[in-house]
């Protein structure tokens, strides 16, 4: 069983970047898909980026596409984000999370493991 520690989230103004960490322990992240996750205040929680297990292919929701870029660095065992161009719409928590298969991304219910999420706020 992989736990997984979310890092990095904020208050940063809009057009500005954040990078969050997603620290896994106990097994090895490359064995996961790793998706992140947000969720903003009275909204559901909604699909942002993944990169697949044992492949390198990553996808983007449409509204961070161009802007996040999800990586996982193996000998760190850990997963990030880096957020660029931040806008207000962008606040939320961020959840990092795994599963073992590679279909349904999308899906947060499809997910075994969950971090305890980190906060990103961007003003305007």
């Known amino acids: 069983q992989v736990q997984l520690v979310e890092s990095g989230g904020g208050l940063v103004q809009a057009g500005g970047s954040l990078k969050l960490s997603c620290a896994a322990s106990?097994?090895?992240?490359?064995?996961?898909?790793v998706t992140w996750f947000r969720q903003a205040p009275g909204k559901e929680r909604e699909f942002v980026a993944t990169?697949?297990?044992?492949?390198?292919?990553?996808y983007y929701a449409d509204p961070v596409k161009d802007r996040f870029t999800i990586s996982r660095d193996i000998a760190k065992n850990t997963a990030f984000l880096q957020m660029n161009s931040l806008k207000p719409e962008d606040t939320a928590v961020y959840y990092c999370?795994?599963?073992?298969?590679?279909?349904?991304?999308?899906?947060?219910?499809?997910?075994?493991?969950w971090g305890q999420g980190t906060h990103v706020t961007v003003s305007s």
């Open positions: 999370a795994t599963k073992v298969s590679r279909d349904e991304l999308d899906i947060a219910a499809k997910y075994d493991h």
């Open positions: 106990g097994r090895t992240l490359n064995s996961y898909t």
């Open positions: 990169i697949l297990r044992d492949n390198p292919m990553t």
